[in-house]
């Protein structure tokens, strides 16, 4: 596609419920990020995907978050019996091989509220 | 480990005036710097980005910014400012020379210009 898509673009779900969001990165790009962000706040580093490296996952921020991704695909988030504070819009990015100097292209998030 | 401070939460200036939006980072070795701007109840979309060569760098809708080596700063700047230019500002780092390209960002400047 032209640009990185995330589905659904939004989610409500019942807390203790399971969800996964989904991003597809743009064709060819090799690394893939996944942001978290509170209302009116910053962008929050969840993991990150280079090529066939294994993942940082060093901004997971519990045991019930994990993402996966196959490939230089589709990667998707899991959040695990979902909590209030899980609400946020979860941002996906990907940018092409080069590395550290070829900017990120977004997706327009997943807003997810839990109730 | 690489970090992006962006020290003011919030700028106000008037249409017509100058506009700068702050940011400092650390890395190991040499950046590459980025600005992102947020518009509302939008995604984010890249404005420049510092990687090499000329320390001042030009962007889109009129934006620049200058990279200081000593000061270890990447300001985002533009001469006139537009009410238009109200949105959320996004500074990102990565390391150079490092197989390590995750993005960093800073916690964002929201940019109000009044009319």
């Known amino acids: 596609g032209a640009g990185v898509s995330q589905s659904p673009s939004n989610k409500v779900t019942e807390k203790g419920k399971d969800v996964e969001l989904r991003c597809d990165p743009i064709s060819g790009h090799t690394a893939l990020y996944w942001y978290r962000q509170r209302l009116g706040q910053g962008l929050e580093f969840l993991i990150y995907f280079q090529g066939n490296s294994a993942p940082d996952k060093s901004g997971l921020p519990s045991d019930r978050f994990s993402a996966e991704r196959t490939g230089e695909s589709v990667s998707t988030l899991t959040i695990q019996r979902t909590q209030q504070e899980d609400s946020a819009v979860y941002l996906c990015?990907?940018?092409?091989?080069?590395?550290?100097?070829?900017?990120?292209?977004f997706g327009q998030g997943t807003r997810l509220t839990v109730v | 480990a690489q970090s992006v401070a962006q020290p003011e939460d919030q700028v106000n200036v008037a249409e017509g005036n100058p506009l700068t939006v702050k940011c400092t980072y650390s890395?190991?070795?040499?950046?590459?710097l980025f600005w992102y701007v947020q518009y509302p109840n939008r995604g984010l979309q890249f404005l420049l980005k510092?990687?090499?060569?000329?320390?001042l760098v030009k962007g889109s809708y009129g934006f620049e910014a200058e990279f200081n080596k000593s000061q270890t700063s990447f300001h985002l700047k533009k001469p006139s400012a537009l009410v238009s230019d109200s949105a959320l500002y996004f500074c990102?780092?990565?390391?150079?020379?490092?197989?390590?390209?995750?993005?960093?960002f800073g916690a964002g400047t929201t940019v109000t210009v009044r009319a």
């Open positions: 510092y990687i090499t060569g000329d320390n």
């Open positions: 890395v190991s070795g040499n950046p590459y």
């Open positions: 990102a780092v990565s390391p150079l020379g490092s197989n390590d390209y995750k993005l960093s």
């Open positions: 990015a990907s940018s092409s091989e080069g590395g550290g100097s070829t900017e990120a292209f």
